[in-house]
């Protein structure tokens, strides 16, 4: 069945530094999203991506899809203590019903 | 967008018990899904929530055990029935299917432990 990975599964960083994580489907998306899980919360939609080698920026998250809709990296810039947080993407399944999510990166942003 | 409300939002309970989990939305919504997440895990889809026919369930999911009401367009139920501590996660509805420009909306969750 369809699969979406992500790696790392974990990233420590200190607060400045970038961080990126990677997001791979065994299968071709229509779509991308991405969400965003603070510790004891829910998950909170961040972006879509759409369109083949798509770039969206917000703030100091950059988001880009893969010209095959296959991959998608998320990258932040200078790294707060607000950023900390699992970071999941997700792509529909294969009817288009519902979301297949990845298994999340985990961030740890040391001040 | 939507705003769900679900509850509790927190129970302990004792094994072999049933706990059923109510889910609201503020707007009417063909779909809504539950989720499953396990401590530091991602989701896992338990089962589609149609309304006016039977749930549809993920493999390893069974409705004996997770059996979903849903009475409305607006409003699920979730029961985890007869608890083993295995059972201890949190438990997610969601509505928003994975089409173009649609995006999911969580409820805040039900951290269960069963003890």
């Known amino acids: 069945g369809q699969q979406v990975m992500q790696i790392p599964q974990y990233q420590h960083v200190q607060e400045g530094e970038d961080f990126t994580t990677y997001c791979n489907s065994s299968?071709?998306?229509?779509?991308i999203q991405w969400y965003k899980q603070r510790p004891g919360g829910h998950p909170v939609f961040l972006i879509q991506l759409v369109k083949s080698g798509e770039v969206k920026k917000q703030k100091r998250l950059t988001f880009q899809f893969g010209e095959a809709k296959k991959n998608s990296s998320l990258h932040i810039t200078a790294t707060q203590t607000t950023d900390v947080g699992t970071y999941f993407c997700?792509?529909?399944?294969?009817?288009?019903?519902?979301?297949?999510f990845g298994p999340g990166t985990r961030l740890s942003v040391l001040p | 967008s939507a705003v769900i409300s679900q509850k509790p939002s927190r129970d302990i309970c004792q094994r072999g018990t049933s706990l059923t989990i109510q889910c609201q939305v503020d707007?009417?919504?063909?779909?809504m899904f539950w989720y499953r997440q396990q401590p530091g895990q991602s989701l896992t889809l338990i089962a589609t929530?149609?309304?006016?026919?039977?749930?549809?369930?993920e493999s390893g999911f069974v409705i004996d055990k997770f059996p979903i009401s849903r009475p409305n367009l607006t409003f699920s139920t979730l029961t985890v029935s007869n608890m083993s501590p295995e059972d201890s996660s949190i438990y997610l509805c969601s509505v928003g299917t994975g089409g173009e420009n649609t995006e999911a909306f969580f409820g805040q969750g039900t951290r269960l432990t069963v003890v």
């Open positions: 929530a149609n309304q006016g026919s039977e749930a549809t369930y």
């Open positions: 997700a792509g529909p399944d294969n009817y288009g019903q519902n979301f297949v």
């Open positions: 707007s009417q919504v063909t779909m």
């Open positions: 299968t071709t998306l229509s779509n």
